[in-house]
């Protein structure tokens, strides 16, 4: 359990879940990319309950906000996204990750991560990237879903930029359309994790829930006063972050 008194793990699971709630509200995504790896690896939980306790916090924070702002959500781009990305990450879950080992996955992963960061600080057809493209969106979607079937983590930070690169979504507004897709995504999760009977300590789950939520308030606040341009060179820069970590670990 996440300790509650004086300890000196305290100020890192604090600084770790507040990360976890300002990716999740500057980027739209990125949360269980930090939140899993550090529950399994340094807080030393299972990995049913590690996926279950992100599922929950990152799921009803997420849900919460997609509330909220539902009036400004472009609801098409993320019926679009999800109806391609969703069912393709439980087939690729189902059928390519007990086949495809382990550094492969990870491989794929990272590499994706730079890819996608490098389309944003340089796009290649500067044309390409002027007007909306669904075909380009779609293509992104099941990439998207291959990748979260495969490890299952990491949909989320990919949201966004493909929004913003090919549905011309501000980066801002994009990022609200991710939390909307990572809501829908962690609800559908959820109802496979309730009926394999995973359960997590419910101290545990209200802790990390309101330090994420803390994060997600924080993050909001860097966000609006931040511009669209430079937020989007700052994703680009999480998005190399991440994927180097990844292929480094």
Same mark, same amino acid.
């Given at each position: 359990?996440?300790?509650? !008194?004086? #300890?000196?793990?305290?100020?890192? #699971?604090?600084?770790?879940?507040?990360?976890?709630?300002?990716?999740?509200?500057?980027?739209?995504?990125?949360?269980?990319?930090?939140?899993?790896?550090?529950?399994?690896?340094?807080?030393?939980?299972?990995? #049913?309950? $590690?996926?279950?306790?992100?599922?929950?916090?990152?799921?009803?924070?997420?849900?919460?906000?997609?509330?909220?702002?539902?009036?400004?959500?472009?609801?098409?781009?993320?019926?679009?996204?999800?109806?391609?990305?969703? +069912?393709? !990450?439980?087939?690729?879950?189902?059928?390519?990750?007990?086949?495809? +080992? #382990?550094?492969?996955? /990870?491989?794929?992963?990272?590499?994706?991560?730079?890819?996608? !960061?490098?389309?944003? %600080?340089?796009?290649?057809?500067?044309?390409?990237?002027?007007?909306?493209?669904? *075909?380009?969106?779609?293509?992104?979607?099941?990439?998207?879903?291959?990748?979260?079937?495969?490890?299952?983590?990491?949909?989320?930070?990919?949201?966004?930029?493909?929004?913003?690169?090919?549905?011309?979504?501000?980066?801002?507004?994009?990022?609200?359309?991710?939390? $909307?897709?990572?809501?829908?995504?962690?609800? $559908?999760?959820?109802?496979?994790?309730?009926?394999?009977?995973?359960?997590?300590? !419910?101290?545990?789950? %209200?802790?990390?829930? %309101?330090?994420?939520?803390?994060? /997600?308030?924080?993050?909001?606040?860097?966000?609006?006063?931040?511009?669209?341009?430079?937020?989007?060179?700052?994703? $680009?820069?999480?998005?190399?972050?991440?994927? *180097?970590?990844?292929?480094?670990?």
């Amino acid at each position: 359990m996440i300790p509650v !008194a004086m #300890d000196p793990t305290l100020l890192i #699971d604090l600084i770790v879940l507040l990360s976890v709630g300002l990716a999740l509200a500057m980027f739209g995504g990125g949360g269980a990319v930090i939140l899993i790896p550090y529950l399994t690896r340094i807080a030393g939980y299972p990995l #049913d309950e $590690a996926v279950l306790l992100s599922l929950l916090t990152i799921g009803i924070n997420t849900g919460i906000k997609t509330v909220r702002e539902r009036h400004s959500i472009d609801w098409k781009a993320v019926i679009s996204f999800s109806l391609l990305a969703f +069912p393709t !990450a439980a087939l690729s879950g189902s059928y390519l990750a007990p086949v495809v +080992p #382990d550094p492969v996955r /990870m491989t794929v992963f990272g590499g994706f991560t730079l890819t996608v !960061a490098g389309l944003m %600080l340089f796009p290649i057809n500067q044309q390409a990237f002027s007007r909306k493209n669904p *075909i380009a969106l779609g293509i992104s979607a099941l990439l998207t879903g291959v990748i979260c079937g495969l490890i299952g983590v990491g949909g989320g930070i990919f949201i966004a930029p493909t929004l913003s690169l090919f549905w011309k979504t501000p980066i801002k507004q994009a990022v609200k359309g991710s939390l $909307a897709i990572v809501a829908l995504q962690s609800a $559908a999760a959820l109802i496979g994790y309730a009926g394999r009977g995973v359960t997590v300590s !419910a101290t545990t789950l %209200l802790t990390i829930f %309101l330090i994420i939520a803390t994060g /997600m308030v924080l993050g909001k606040r860097l966000k609006a006063a931040t511009s669209d341009r430079n937020l989007k060179s700052y994703f $680009a820069f999480f998005l190399i972050g991440i994927g *180097i970590w990844v292929l480094l670990r």
